[in-house]
C-alpha cells in the first residue's frame, strides 16, 4: 500500500517537473538569444535534421523488431507493423503517464499477435540494458578523453574499438542470456544487431544535437554532441519525465557547458531545436500510425472470427 501510495503522489510530480523545466529551458535559452537567430536555419540543415529524427525511428523499429522475434507470437509481427507501433508509441510518450506507449505497444501485440505482456517487458528490458552497455562506456570514454585534451584520432580509435567489443559480446553470451531472460525466448535472433543498432542510433542522434548547434552558429566538436547526447538518451531512458521533458535538455545544457567553451542557454537552445524536430516528424507519423492501426485491427479480429 506504501509503494501504491508513493507512485501516485510522485508521477503527478515527475509530469510537472518535466513541464516546468522545459519551459525554463525555453526561457534560458532564449533569455540571451534573439529568436532571430532561430530562422537562421538553412533548408539543408533542416532537411539533416529531419531525416535523421526519421533514421532514429527507423533504427529503433529495427531494434523492437529483431528482440520481438525472438519471443513466441501466434503470427510474425512485420516491419511496417512494428514501425507504426513504434511511431504510435513515439507520440504517446509525451502523454504524462509512467510509459505510455509501452503499455499501449504491448497492448496491441497481446490483441494482434499474442504477445504475453511479460515478453513485451522483457523486450524493454532487453532495449534497456543494451542502452546502459552503449551509453556508459560511450560516456565514461569521452569524459576522461575530453578532460585529458586527447588527440581527436585516439579518442575515434578508442572509441571504434570499443564498439567493436560491445557488438561482438551478445554472440558469446545466447546461453547466458537466455536464462536472464527466464528462457522465454524461442530463439535469440541476430543478438550481434542488438548493439550495433544501439550504437548507430546513438550517433546518429548525436549528429542532430551537433546540427542543432550548426544552426545556433556556435559550432561543437561531434565528441562533445556524443557525449552529452548518450547522458541524455539515458535520462530519456530512465521515463522519469514524458519521454525526458526538460530534464534532457538540461542534460545537454550542462555536459556542453562543461565540455565545449559554449554556454548553457546556448546548450538549452540546440537541446529544443532537437526536440522540435523530433516532434515535427513524430506528431504526423504518430497520428497516421494511429489511424492505420485502428483499420488494422478490426480485419485481424474479423479474420480470427472466420
Sequence with gaps: MKQETLKKFLKPIAQILGFVLVILAIYYATHDLTLDIFKSITPTQFFLLIIAVFFNLILTTFLFHIITKSFRTT????????????????????????????????????????????????????????????????ASILLLALANELPSHLINITLLTTFIVLTLIPSFLKP??????????????????????????MLVASFRLYIAFQVLGSPISYHVALLATSASLFVKLLGLTPNGLGLSEWTVAALTAIASPVTAATGAAAALIDRAAEILVTLPLGLISVYQLRNIAPKQQDQKGK
Design 75 to 138: 503470427s510474425p509481427v512485420s516491419y511496417p507493423l512494428m514501425f507504426k507501433l513504434i511511431a504510435f508509441s513515439s507520440l504517446l510518450n509525451y502523454i504524462p503517464l509512467i510509459r505510455p506507449g509501452l503499455w499501449g505497444r504491448a497492448a496491441y501485440l497481446k490483441t494482434s499477435h499474442q504477445l504475453e505482456l511479460k515478453d513485451s517487458l522483457l523486450t524493454l528490458g532487453i532495449i534497456f540494458a543494451i542502452s546502459i552497455f552503449v551509453f556508459f562506456p560511450t
Design 176 to 201: 547466458l542470456i537466455r536464462r536472464l531472460l527466464l528462457s522465454r525466448p524461442t530463439q535469440i535472433t541476430t543478438p550481434y544487431l542488438w548493439l550495433l543498432l544501439k550504437i548507430i542510433d
